[in-house]
């Protein structure tokens, strides 16, 4: 099979995705559609993203979870790239983020000795759950609105019903627990450790898709809630980061930014702060061959240019960071 430069199979034709669709599990989506706000949805679209690049993502749930409304307004877009020969068909970042979260997370519970504590912080439609063998033995905590955590497990038990191919819908996790809280209130680590979340244990942090969309004292928050995790355990936290210039792509949804993130982690008392850019050799994945595509382009200039010298373009980043802490640091 001929692969064309943007990282997708030339010669066969785009597959809709596999559904394990009911018509309970149609209804549920109904709900999602009408009722939930874009906030909530966001939930859908990331996990449509994942379902449509599953040559190269294997999340076998995310089709269900994110729907026939989402799967195929994003398989038009990824269409009409495909006719118009784009150098960057929709969803690549996303499939580069998943994989990207996906190695790190592996690497993190490896260093940990093959245990730790996995918490998903704003965990939507996330099926790593389900999905990843390197979590049999960890505890994974899924934090998020309730409605969304119950519209999640009420798809998934419908779907459980109306197939015989149940594997797949199987934890592999140790053990999967939900935590119904929204991280913007003070009180969402108390509502983590009711559901077991043991602070004195290895935690792998995961904030994908999540902080932009807090205000900025709300993401301080969070971000300093975690810090203060490596104080009692060691602690990893994946997360991604928009640059300012991103944020302004969509101003009454995204907030918080940092154009710096691997000044401000160190700053909270984090260290080894690792930062990648969609297109650098360990955040590629063999999927962004092409030199002069946008994020190749982007990531050979230098950060602090606001924006691109060859079309006066806003230079949008999206930076993916790892960062660790233990005990034996100081937070300043
Ligand atoms: C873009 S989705 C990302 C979901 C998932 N992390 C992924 O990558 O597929 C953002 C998720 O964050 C959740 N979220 C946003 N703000 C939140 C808050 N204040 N508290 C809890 N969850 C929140 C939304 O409900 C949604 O499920």
Known sequence: MSERQNGLPEDQIWPEPDLLYSDTVRELHAV???????????????????????????????????????????????KKDRLNNAREVSGVILAVRTLWFDTKLEAAISSFGGAAQVVLLGAGMDARAYRLCCLKDSD?????????????NSILRAAMESTSERQQLMVTAKSL???????????????????????EKSTV????????????????????????????????LLADF??????????????????????????????????????????EYGLL????????????LPRSLQTHPDDGKPCCRLY???ASGSPNQTIS
């Open 140 to 152: 994974v905590y899924e934090v998020d609105f309730c409605d969304v955590l119950q519209m999640k």
């Open 242 to 283: 928009m640059n300012k210039q991103s944020t302004t792509l969509s101003s009454s949804v995204f907030h918080f930014y940092s154009d710096w993130p691997d000044h401000l982690l160190p700053s909270l008392g984090f260290s080894d702060v690792k930062l990648s850019q969609i297109g650098d050799p360990d955040a």
């Open 177 to 199: 627990n939900t935590v119904a809280a929204d991280i913007r209130d003070n009180d969402w680590l108390k509502k983590l450790q009711i559901a077991g979340f043991v602070p």
């Open 32 to 78: 999602i559609e009408s009722d939930w706000d874009s906030l909530r949805q966001s939930a859908c679209q990331t996990a449509a993203g994942r379902a449509l690049w599953k040559h190269v993502v294997h999340d076998p749930l995310a089709g269900l979870l994110a729907g026939e409304t989402y799967l195929k307004s994003f398989y038009e877009k990824i």
């Open 205 to 236: 942090w995961i904030l994908e898709g999540i902080l932009y969309y807090l205000s900025h004292s709300q993401a301080m928050e969070v971000l300093k809630t975690i810090a203060h995790s490596c104080t009692l355990a060691r602690t990893v």
């Open 320 to 322: 993916l960071v790892q």
């Open 289 to 300: 061959h092409d030199p002069l595509n946008l994020f190749n382009k982007l990531r050979s």
